[in-house]
């Protein structure tokens, strides 16, 4: 079975300051890996996924993320925060099997960008 | 352009009202996905479909029906609304394979007084 942990449910950063979001993964097969973000009032956005290529993934709005196999983790990480940074983000693992790709989700992180 | 929509974004409605929500995608994707969003809660997962004619239960039980007669088009029924349905429903649709990712509408906020 497939689960994703997020560790830190609220997580609060300068503006400039380093960005890391935590996930850990649990996959009974090699795991597709996602992360999207969601603004206020709007629907999950797609930054970067994981496919088994390379191990860090680099997406938009300058967030990347590392496939370790070895500590079953994909944090999220962004060099310098911005306040548009500011939303909810959410890791998900894709359960690969024959049902399709049905996501299991993250219970999210809510990131605060304080100025 | 290629998108995925779904209406209304806000509804109010009264308790045991016969609501529709509705979504659509240009995408021509062959799955597609009903989640239910509490505010800061995981999704969770109440329908999906492989394709026309094929309709199947997620993980959270839902009082909610669904119907995919196009392949477009991917309603969601709620015959009797009640509050416990108040919530965010985010409607997805993908490619087929695993590696796949999901694209997400909007969403609509329902209430149900």
């Known amino acids: 079975a497939q689960s994703v942990t997020q560790l830190g449910s609220h997580v609060s950063v300068s503006e400039g300051a380093l960005v890391l979001l935590r996930c850990n993964y649990s996959?009974?097969?090699?795991?597709?890996l996602f992360w999207y973000v969601q603004y206020p009032n709007q629907g999950l956005q797609l930054l970067l996924k994981?496919?088994?290529?390379?191990?860090l993934v680099k997406g938009i709005n300058g967030f990347e993320a590392e496939f370790k196999k070895s500590e079953t983790s994909f944090h999220l990480t962004k060099p310098s925060a911005h306040m548009s940074d500011a939303a909810e983000y959410f890791c998900?693992?894709?359960?690969?099997?024959?049902?399709?790709?049905?996501?299991?989700f993250g219970t999210g992180t809510s990131l605060t960008v304080i100025p | 352009e290629a998108d995925i929509y779904q209406t209304p974004r806000y509804l109010v409605i009264g308790t045991g009202k016969k609501i529709t929500l509705e979504c659509s995608q240009t995408?021509?994707?062959?799955?597609m996905y009903w989640y239910q969003q509490d505010p800061g809660m995981e999704l969770h997962l109440i329908h999906y479909?492989?394709?026309?004619?094929?309709?199947e239960k997620g993980d959270l039980s839902s009082e909610s029906t669904v119907s995919r007669i196009r392949t477009e088009h991917f309603p969601l029924t709620l015959e009797s609304a009640r509050p416990s349905h108040t919530s965010q429903y985010l409607c997805?649709?993908?490619?087929?394979?695993?590696?796949?990712?999901?694209?997400f509408g909007p969403g609509t906020r329902l209430t149900v007084t």
């Open positions: 994981y496919t088994s290529a390379a191990t």
């Open positions: 995408m021509g994707h062959d799955k």
């Open positions: 998900a693992v894709s359960d690969g099997g024959n049902t399709g790709n049905q996501f299991y």
């Open positions: 479909s492989y394709g026309v004619n094929s309709t």
């Open positions: 997805a649709s993908s490619e087929w394979g695993s590696s796949y990712e999901q694209y």
């Open positions: 996959s009974s097969v090699p795991p597709y």
